[in-house]
């Protein structure tokens, strides 16, 4: 199987790689010219290439073909998590990317234990896990993550997809019977206090569909993931 890297750099026919993946490539798996290589470039798209200037510090690579990259989902899901306390984020951000997230955009609701803190420094690193967590993945695009939203910016946004769902922790419909189509699938989850009355309420009111994940009460950090993986699952992505 040929190494795979994202690049953002395309000119002239040619990929180049960043300094570090040109070093690991070169360095410490000892490429050598001609080598096959596949460049994705964090948009969909895979570019099937061979390697032509060996350089630890800046590989390039001639490239042969392109294609639609084929691990993609065919949906486009945004997950809305209530900001959780300590590293949980951190931990959603990796799996859900593995999982086929599009984006991951964290939120402030009523019960959340977390506070804003350093979120412009925080937000550098959650993009670095995303991002080094679809290459570990193949993934053929690096999903976004987005800074802290309010409840409010949070249920404007969701309501825009085809389908928004809920997640509630006091029940709803079963979530394969929301499934109803569309290319853009929002799945909002609460954090460690989950929602409260008023706030379900708005979700309602915005337009959200309420589901339930079964009868037991899940922890922040794995709702979103199995509300992630039932859904890929439904609409034929995780086969």
Not at 5 to 12: G, L, R, V
Not at 37 to 63: E, F, K, N
Not at 95 to 102: F, I, N, P, V, W
Not at 203 to 217: K, S, T, W, Y
Request: aromatic share 6%; proline share 5%.
């Amino acid at each position: 199987m040929p190494h795979r890297y994202f690049s953002k750099e395309f000119a002239h026919g040619m990929a180049w790689l960043s300094e570090a993946d040109s070093r690991h490539l070169c360095v410490v798996m000892r490429a050598q010219a001609g080598q096959a290589v596949t460049v994705c470039d964090g948009h969909g798209t895979d570019y099937a290439c061979r390697l032509a200037v060996v350089s630890p510090a800046r590989a390039g690579l001639d490239i042969l073909s392109s294609e639609k990259s084929v691990s993609e989902p065919s949906v486009r899901v945004i997950l809305y998590v209530g900001y959780p306390k300590q590293d949980k984020l951190e931990h959603v951000i990796q799996k859900a990317t593995e999982l086929g997230a599009a984006r991951i955009v964290p939120f402030f609701s009523r019960f959340c234990v977390a506070a804003p803190k350093n979120e412009e420094k925080k937000h550098e690193r959650y993009a670095r896990i995303a991002f080094e967590a679809a290459k570990q993945a193949g993934r053929g695009a690096v999903p976004e993550v987005g800074l802290p939203l309010t409840y409010k910016q949070m249920l404007a946004e969701a309501a825009g997809a085809d389908t928004a769902l809920f997640c509630y922790e006091k029940g709803g419909a079963p979530l394969h019977s929301r499934l109803a189509g569309g290319n853009t699938i929002a799945i909002v989850t609460g954090s460690e206090g989950g929602f409260s009355p008023e706030e379900a309420q708005a979700a309602e009111a915005a337009g959200l569909l309420p589901v339930g994940l079964g009868p037991r009460i899940l922890r922040c950090e794995t709702a979103p993931l199995a509300a992630l993986a039932v859904t890929m699952a439904l609409t034929g992505n995780l086969q």
